[in-house]
């Protein structure tokens, strides 16, 4: 079954599904109405007939089936809440099989000008590599999906990722639980330091006060024994209980209003963090990569049945006979407190741990279904070798779908590949192909190539660069800060600030070198700066309109190639698309502008 008959089929079973939890939500509505009226009517002729034993008992029986009726309806709504979330899914898939990516969040925050590569490639913004990725339900995932994608943090193995693109029905439900609102699983990590501030006195956790207690609650039952059989004063007891309720209550009822007020804004927070937790923790026969992360999702949710505990004990607090029982008998607001405590630490602790794990299987959801979604991709063979190396077969641009045009290619370390071609001709949508499935590789996702091997080094690009008026920089400036940058990166690599790359080597990705200024000194410029970069461990992929460029091939045949994208000019121009070795012969800017000329002198002659 492929992957658009399956949201088809899907989404037809969900909608079935919702229609019959709809007509049943009517029934209960109609049941609902008639059982108070029911009630109403028993109570009438409990008090205002003889039949007092009948009607009472009508009341109650009634008032029973009202209460299950609306237990069911409740959970029916929350059934086709459900429902109606996998609709979505369903839906939203089936757009972007389609090639609609509107429904997902194209990451255009996360678009950095001045990053090796992102902002050249397409990886950030409207139709970008993210808009098609991303399906994450967390600010942390989203996060972590930023980072994968931006080699700030490539930490993804191709076995969690073919893993997950066989769990489909866990990717509908896990997306479900997220649709229509983004889980804040970053807002916890600010509560944790919220917490930090708490007038939560820390002596309640101290050994001593522990003594205290316990030797206080064992005072009570002996006084009360030593009474009953007349050894003290009856009155003893009495006074002693209402003396230790009152210290109990003055010093433990603010820390413990307090605590209610901690722990509801962590339940709000946290309740949809939960509810992905308990969805991720059903993930059977994991990797051994993942279950590690899975592990700690499982300690999360019992810290969550922890302090839903804590919750119910301080809700408890609200029956003002019920406190003065267990506070008298059972000490119950310091063992609260003190319990509170114990969970309040762990969860300091852990809280980093269960978020960024949250965020590894959120992100890998996102992963999973690009995998699964591309039946075409393949898994490349990523080598830990540093040294530059790439050999790709029939390899295309992931955003190009059945139209794209297919090219074999490799790369060697050290070595420097000119690209010559016309206008329009596939050059640069051939670089941004190399670099994407480079990133796809990287991360160890699919790569649309029938075979793709390739090491693992540093990229750079620059193919996007633009003016910024505001603060007075030309085309051309922008130009040297941008190879500036180029420079500077290649002899200290880095994504993240004050973290090295493990390799030392980078691929540099070149879309025409200096087109902010004339031809010869293009040219001169254009020699300059990788005669310089030669020095430094670097492999170049470059596109370029110059000719001249290609004759390096020449003085330097084992690190300068040639290669190009032909046309064939005719009546039409025809683009073949394909790559091929050499020095591109025909150009087209001057026939394609004759045309556009002789189109034009054609309407006015109309006219």
């Known amino acids: 079954m492929n992957n658009q008959t399956y949201y088809l089929e899907q989404k037809a079973k969900a909608t079935a599904i919702a229609t019959r939890l709809k007509r049943f939500s009517r029934l209960f509505i109609i049941a609902e109405i008639a059982l108070f009226a029911l009630i109403i009517g028993a109570l009438a002729?409990?008090?205002?007939?003889?039949?007092?034993?009948?009607?009472?008992?009508?009341?109650?029986?009634?008032?029973?089936?009202?209460?299950?009726?609306?237990?069911?309806?409740?959970?029916?709504?929350?059934?086709?809440?459900?429902?109606?979330?996998?609709?979505?899914?369903?839906?939203?898939?089936?757009?972007?099989?389609?090639?609609?990516?509107?429904?997902f969040d194209s990451g255009q925050d996360f678009i950095d000008y001045q990053h090796p590569f992102t902002y050249d490639l397409d990886v950030f913004g409207q139709n970008s590599l993210f808009a098609r990725l991303n399906r994450t339900v967390t600010t942390g995932g989203r996060v972590q999906l930023s980072r994968n994608l931006s080699f700030k943090d490539v930490r993804f193995q191709h076995e969690e990722i073919r893993y997950m693109s066989h769990e489909v029905n866990f990717m509908d439900r896990f997306q479900a639980l997220g649709e229509g609102t983004k889980v804040d699983t970053l807002q916890l990590l600010s509560i944790r330091d919220g917490l930090t501030t708490a007038s939560i006195p820390r002596?309640?956790?101290?050994?001593?006060?522990?003594?205290?207690?316990?030797?206080?609650?064992?005072?009570?039952?002996?006084?009360?024994?030593?009474?009953?059989?007349?050894?003290?004063?009856?009155?003893?007891?009495?006074?002693?209980?209402?003396?230790?309720?009152?210290?109990?209550?003055?010093?433990?009822?603010?820390?413990?209003?307090?605590?209610?007020?901690?722990?509801?804004?962590?339940?709000?927070?946290?309740?949809?963090?939960l509810l992905l937790i308990k969805q991720a923790i059903t993930l059977q026969q994991l990797p051994p990569s993942l279950q590690k992360e899975v592990e700690t999702l499982r300690n999360a949710q019992q810290q969550a049945t922890l302090l839903n505990s804590i919750i119910n004990r301080l809700d408890r607090r609200g029956n003002i006979l019920g406190l003065m029982l267990i506070d008298t008998f059972g000490l119950n607001d310091y063992f609260l407190i003190r319990e509170y405590l114990r969970w309040e630490a762990d969860f300091k602790n852990q809280i980093e741990a269960e978020v960024i794990a949250l965020s590894h299987i959120d992100a890998l959801v996102s992963w999973g279904r690009f995998a699964y979604n591309h039946p075409e991709a393949t898994t490349a063979e990523v080598t830990s070798d540093t040294n530059v190396s790439v050999e790709a077969e029939e390899i295309y641009h992931p955003f190009l779908g059945t139209k794209a045009?297919?090219?074999?290619?490799?790369?060697?370390?050290?070595?420097?590949?000119?690209?010559?071609?016309?206008?329009?001709?596939?050059?640069?949508?051939?670089?941004?192909?190399?670099?994407?499935?480079?990133?796809?590789?990287?991360?160890?996702?699919?790569?649309?190539?029938?075979?793709?091997?390739?090491?693992?080094?540093?990229?750079?690009?620059?193919?996007?660069t633009t003016d910024d008026l505001d603060r007075g920089i030309s085309y051309f400036n922008a130009e040297l800060r941008r190879l500036q940058q180029l420079i500077r990166f290649c002899k200290h690599p880095f994504y993240t600030e004050g973290k090295p790359t493990e390799s030392a080597s980078t691929l540099i990705i070149l879309d025409e070198i200096l087109k902010g200024t004339n031809s010869l000194d293009k040219l001169n410029g254009s020699r300059l700066f990788l005669e310089n970069i030669c020095c430094l461990p670097v492999t170049g992929l470059i596109a370029t309109h110059d000719l001249e460029l290609s004759k390096l091939q020449d003085t330097n045949p084992q690190r300068f190639s040639n290669y190009c994208f032909e046309i064939e000019l005719g009546t039409d121009v025809t683009y073949s698309y394909k790559i091929t070795p050499g020095v591109a012969r025909n150009q087209n800017a001057t026939y394609l502008l004759k045309g556009v000329l002789k189109e034009i002198n054609a309407e006015n002659d109309k006219q």
């Open 45 to 103: 002729i409990a008090f205002m007939t003889t039949w007092t034993l009948l009607g009472s008992i009508l009341a109650v029986i009634s008032f029973i089936a009202y209460v299950f009726t609306r237990s069911f309806d409740n959970k029916n709504t929350h059934n086709i809440k459900q429902t109606e979330q996998l609709i979505a899914v369903y839906s939203h898939e089936l757009e972007a099989i389609n090639g609609d990516y509107s429904a």
């Open 405 to 464: 045009i297919k090219n074999n290619f490799s790369i060697v370390n050290g070595s420097y590949t000119i690209v010559t071609g016309a206008n329009m001709a596939g050059k640069s949508t051939f670089l941004r192909t190399i670099g994407i499935n480079y990133i796809l590789a990287r991360n160890g996702g699919p790569v649309f190539a029938k075979r793709m091997r390739t090491s693992t080094f540093n990229l750079f690009s620059s193919m996007r």
């Open 203 to 273: 002596w309640f956790s101290t050994r001593w006060s522990l003594i205290v207690a316990s030797l206080t609650l064992c005072l009570l039952p002996l006084l009360i024994i030593l009474s009953v059989f007349k050894l003290v004063d009856g009155n003893v007891p009495v006074f002693y209980a209402t003396l230790q309720f009152f210290i109990v209550y003055l010093l433990c009822n603010s820390p413990a209003r307090q605590i209610a007020k901690q722990t509801a804004v962590i339940h709000d927070a946290a309740e949809n963090f």
